[in-house]
């Protein structure tokens, strides 16, 4: 059986990582066009790497939790495929041990050439000033995938996702694309989708199954129970 997870920053909350949309969540407190487009980036490079160098620093100060783990041991189980692609910019699923991980929006543990598209790891600190060393010339910026700009691995995902048995996402609220259409080709694929969240996203109509709870205790439980069949 071949298993397509998406994750989105649900799983990671529990880690003392913020989410976006959630009451008190990043996209209310911070106005998205400023920070998560290219223009905002030209508009003020300093605001928005302030914006990731405390994110940055955040995450290197969070641990997975038991949902990261989770899913590291059900992909590491050989008895199913498990493609596991996240939209989050963190780490934590790797440092639970899931290995290969898909970040469809980047990560900003990287920073990258916005003129040669060379990378290189991200420095605790990136300033407007800071230029590639590659090509010496561009400007240098977090590897991250925003509004406007086309997601990563496309090119892996979408057979993943069309070709799978059972399509299941994780603590995304569905709202941005094309994540949010994930389900759809899923079930032209033929496959069973599940969602898991702390409460029924935008998309929750769209799935066949749902369970409801903190990432934390939903996701060992429904891995447990896949690994004990
Ligand atoms: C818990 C929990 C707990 C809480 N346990 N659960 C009109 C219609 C359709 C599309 C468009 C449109 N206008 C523009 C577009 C396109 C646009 C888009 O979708 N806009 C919409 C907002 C309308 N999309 C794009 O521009 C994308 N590019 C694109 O489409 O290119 C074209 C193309 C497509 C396909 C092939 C080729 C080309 C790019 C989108 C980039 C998104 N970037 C960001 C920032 C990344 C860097 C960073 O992190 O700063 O990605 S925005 C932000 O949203 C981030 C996230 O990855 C993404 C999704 O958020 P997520 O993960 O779902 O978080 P939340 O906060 O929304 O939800 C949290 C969920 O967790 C909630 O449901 C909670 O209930 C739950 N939760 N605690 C379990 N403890």
């Known amino acids: 059986m071949h298993i397509a997870i998406l994750t989105g920053a649900g799983i990671s909350a529990e880690s003392g990582l913020g989410t976006f949309r ?3 969540g990043l996209w209310e407190r911070h106005d998205l066009n400023d920070l998560a487009t290219p223009e905002g980036f030209a508009r003020n490079p300093t605001m928005v790497h302030d914006f990731y160098n405390m994110r940055r620093q955040t995450v290197r100060a969070a641990q997975p939790n038991p ?3 989770g899913l590291a041991r059900l992909q590491k189980h050989s008895q199913y495929k498990v493609t596991l692609i996240t939209q989050n910019v963190d780490d934590l ?3 639970a041990g899931s290995d290969p991980v898909i970040h469809m929006h980047g990560t900003h543990l990287v920073a990258l050439c916005a003129a040669c598209a060379h990378r290189w790891p991200a420095p605790a600190r990136m300033q ?3 230029r590639c060393p590659a090509c010496g010339d561009g400007v240098a910026r977090p590897d991250v995938v925003w509004f406007g700009e086309t997601p990563y691995h496309m090119d892996e995902i979408l057979p993943a996702i069309a070709g799978c048995d059972l399509f299941v996402a994780i603590g995304t609220s569905g709202t941005v694309y094309p994540a949010a259409g994930f389900v759809e080709l899923a079930r032209e694929g033929g496959a069973e989708t599940l969602e898991l969240n702390l409460e029924p996203s ?5 799935f066949h199954a749902a369970r409801f709870g903190p990432a934390s205790q939903v996701v060992p439980t429904w891995v447990d129970e896949l690994l004990s069949r």
Do not use: L, T, V, Y
């Not at 935008?202 to 769209?206: G, L, V």
């Open 22 to 24: 959630d009451k008190g």
């Open 67 to 69: 949902a990261h783990h």
């Open 93 to 95: 699923h790797e440092r």
């Open 128 to 130: 407007p000033q800071d």
């Open 202 to 206: 935008d998309r929750a109509s769209a």
